[in-house]
């Protein structure tokens, strides 16, 4: 098993920025990719971004890129979002999720495990 834990979260205004982080421990050494996805209220989650473990790979839903930056620090066991030029419309609960499997990056069905989510807020 793997927990993650998420922190960073908070209230930013439009064009800031804010740096999630995600805490991983437990069964961390099969750990493939990790990722973070977002839900806006009313909508269904989406993918943000997602960065294969060993190799540093990364992956980008087309709304964040050019803003979002994903990291990891293997040494921690921890991942990172940087976030900036925030719009309102990044507004969600952001979620950290795990898969110890090679497949689909932008599919929820994809990983194995799921942190309890951050908010971030962005005021126009």
Request: no cysteine; glycine share 14%.
């Given at each position: 098993q793997v927990q993650l834990v998420?922190?960073?979260g908070g209230l930013v205004q439009a064009g800031g920025s804010l740096r999630l982080s995600c805490a991983?421990?437990?069964?961390?050494f099969s750990t493939y990719a990790m990722g973070w996805f977002r839900q806006a209220?009313?909508?269904e989650r989406e993918f943000v971004a997602q960065v294969v473990w060993r190799v540093g790979t990364?992956?980008?839903?087309?709304s964040v890129k050019g803003r979002f930056t994903i990291s990891r620090?293997?040494?921690k066991n921890t991942m990172y979002l940087q976030m900036n030029s925030l719009k309102p419309e990044d507004t969600a609960v952001y979620y950290c999720a795990a898969r110890d499997y090679?497949?689909?990056?932008?599919s929820?069905?994809?990983y194995n495990y799921w942190g309890?989510?951050?908010?971030?807020?962005?005021s126009s």
């Open positions: 998420e922190s960073g991983a421990s437990g069964r961390t209220p009313g909508k990364t992956y980008y839903a087309d620090d293997n040494a090679s497949g689909s990056a932008y929820e069905a994809s309890q989510g951050t908010q971030v807020t962005v």
